[in-house]
Nanobody, 123 residues
Framework: QVQLVESGGGLVQAGGSLRLSCAAS????????MGWFRQAPGKEREFVAT????????YYADSLKGRFTISRDNAKNTLYLQMNGLKPEDTAVYYCAATDYRYTTTPALYAYWGQGTQVTVSS
């Protein structure tokens, strides 16, 4: 079991950058594969990026490849999402999540979720 708290969201101009953080409780953080998801008003939750428990493997949504980078620091029990070249369509609530087993793009396979942090990109 793990508890997750996101931070780092805010208002940014198009083309700008933000780094989201997800602080995890407990010393077992390194045993969880992690993911970032987002949800805009009126839309379904969608996959952003995922990372293996060791940080050795990552996978991104095609539309975000090259702009977003997922990483983790297991010594700090923290997951990150570096977002560069932000666009208005990136505006959403961003959630971090943990899965008990292999990293995956499917939200239903993540058992643990943070409360979300709002990212708003203005033009």
């Amino acid at each position: 079991q793990v508890q997750l708290v996101e931070s780092g969201g805010g208002l940014v101009q198009a083309g700008g950058s933000l780094r989201l953080s997800c602080a995890a409780s407990g010393r077992t953080f390194s045993s969880y594969a992690m993911g970032w998801f987002r949800q805009a008003p009126g839309k379904e939750r969608e996959f952003v990026a995922t990372i293996s428990y060791s940080g050795g493997s990552t996978y991104y949504a095609d539309s975000l490849k090259g702009r977003f980078t997922i990483s983790r620091d297991n010594a700090k029990n923290t997951l990150y999402l570096q977002m560069n070249g932000l666009k208005p369509e990136d505006t959403a609530v961003y959630y971090c999540a943990a899965t008990d087993y292999r990293y995956t793009t499917t939200p239903a396979l993540y058992a643990y979720w943070g409360q979300g942090t709002q990212v708003t990109v203005s033009s």
